[in-house]
């Protein structure tokens, strides 16, 4: 049986269905980062005495919060009932979290408007809160809020807050990863489905590794992995040279491993 190759337009259909099968596995393993992260909090309104908790993650390096998920002792939800909640962290704890302060519990006024920004995302206007930072690895990713309507939120809710936010790095490490990806991935599906419609996801992966706010090492490593592909990028010719270098910094690497 002599096999034929497949025609273009059933070609073409056969990506966009692996392409939606493949974003539908990104966003259920986004949503289930979410689940953990509601999750986390939920346990934590059951272990202090406060009211709801949320967690605010830098979307990008210096720009805007995002709010995915608020819990309380009785389950968790989205804060706008189908979204999360966007925000600049300017004139919130979380500016002072990002700047590198520590975590605080604070007591909050009626109609405080260090909170102001948040509100949509709660069921009630608290009167004492914690915030405690985020950090994946060195860096202060976002933070955790606490939040409580009536009892008083003191020092040990705010050890334990922090032991919280331990636990809770683990899972933001992973959904900031997952978002980036599918981010990266939608921009890439035009080129997937054909070559009639082309995406700049060079370009989109250059602005994300440098939007990141990783370890210095790290960045800089991104940084010459973004270059090279520019390079190669460029043509056949420059392909080899970006591989001619390649072979030799490994072959260098190789040489400092056996002095070691």
Same mark, same amino acid.
């Given at each position: ?7 273009e337009?059933?070609? /073409? ?5 692996l392409?939606?099968?493949e ?8 949503? /289930? ?20 908790a949320?967690?605010a ?8 919060l ?8 009785d ?9 999360p909640?966007d925000?600049w962290?300017?004139?919130?704890p ?9 975590g605080?519990?604070?007591g ?12 949509p ?9 914690v ?15 606490l ?15 922090e ?5 809770l790095s ?12 599918f ?5 890439a ?6 070559p009639?419609?082309p ?12 939007a ?8 800089r ?31 260098y ?8």
């Amino acid at each position: 049986m002599v096999s034929r190759p497949l025609s273009e337009p059933f070609t /073409a259909r056969l990506r966009d269905l692996l392409s939606t099968l493949e974003s539908g596995a990104l966003l259920g393993v986004a949503e /289930a980062r979410v689940r953990g992260l509601g999750e986390h909090l939920r346990f934590a309104c059951m272990a202090l005495p406060c009211s709801e908790a949320l967690v605010a993650l830098e979307v990008e390096a210096l720009g805007r919060l995002s709010v995915p998920v608020v819990a309380d002792r009785d389950g968790f939800r989205s804060p706008l009932g189908g979204g999360p909640l966007d925000l600049w962290p300017s004139g919130t704890p979380f500016a002072y979290l990002l700047a590198g302060g520590a975590g605080h519990a604070v007591g909050l006024s009626p109609g405080d408007s260090m909170v102001a920004s948040l509100r949509p995302a709660l069921a009630a206007d608290p009167v004492y809160a914690v915030f405690v930072p985020i950090r994946v690895g060195s860096v202060v990713a976002g933070g955790a809020a606490l939040f409580s309507h009536r009892d008083r939120l003191d020092q040990r809710h705010l050890e334990m807050a922090e032991r919280l936010a331990e636990v809770l790095s683990l899972t933001v490490e992973s959904f900031r990863t997952e978002r980036a990806i599918f981010e990266l991935f939608a921009r890439a599906l035009p080129d997937l489905i054909g070559p009639e419609a082309p995406t700049a996801l060079g370009a989109a992966l250059e602005r994300h590794v440098l939007a990141l706010r990783a370890a210095p090492e790290y960045r800089r490593r991104l940084q010459l992995a973004v270059a090279v592909g520019r390079v190669a990028d460029r043509g056949p010719a420059e392909a080899e040279l970006a591989a001619a270098l390649l072979d030799r910094i490994d072959a260098y690497a190789r040489t400092l491993q056996g002095g070691a």
